[in-house]
C-alpha cells in the first residue's frame, strides 16, 4: 500500500525559498510518475511538478518553471519540491502525488496522495 507523507510547509516572507519534502513508501516506485500539486483557498487543486522515478525526467507547470524544482533521492524514496523566489500566490495546501506511469498533470490521473503541508507566504 501506498503511502505519502509530506513535510517542509511552513509561514515564509516573499522572496524566501523552501524546500518541501514527500517521503514514500509501500512501493519500489520504478515505474512511477511523482508528482506536486497544490490548492488554494476557494480554487482547484493545480499540477505544480512531476518526476519520473525511473529516468528522473522533469515536468513543470508554466508558474513553477525558473522558481521551483523537483527532484527525487531513489535510495530513500523521497521527492523534494525546492521553491525559490516565493510569492503571496504561492501561498497553497501543497500534495505530493504518485501514480502508475508516465508523468501527467490532470489530478484524477494519480491515484495516491499525501495529507498535504501548508505553505503560506507573506508580503
Known amino acids: 500500500q501506498v503511502e505519502l507523507v509530506e513535510s517542509g510547509g511552513s509561514l515564509v516572507q516573499a522572496g524566501d525559498s523552501l524546500r518541501l519534502s514527500c517521503a514514500a513508501s509501500?512501493?519500489?516506485?520504478?515505474?512511477?510518475?511523482m508528482a506536486w500539486f497544490r490548492q488554494a483557498p476557494g480554487k482547484e487543486r493545480e499540477f505544480v511538478s512531476a518526476i519520473s522515478w525511473r529516468s528522473g525526467g522533469t515536468w513543470d507547470a508554466d508558474f513553477a518553471r525558473g522558481r521551483f524544482s523537483i527532484s527525487r533521492d531513489v535510495a530513500d524514496s523521497m521527492v523534494y519540491l525546492q521553491m525559490n523566489s516565493l510569492k503571496s500566490e504561492d501561498t497553497a495546501v501543497y500534495y505530493c502525488a504518485a501514480r502508475p506511469g508516465a508523468i501527467v498533470t490532470e489530478v484524477h490521473l494519480y491515484y495516491n496522495w499525501g495529507q498535504g503541508t501548508q505553505v503560506t507566504v507573506s508580503s
Open positions: 509501500g512501493s519500489t516506485f520504478r515505474d512511477y510518475a
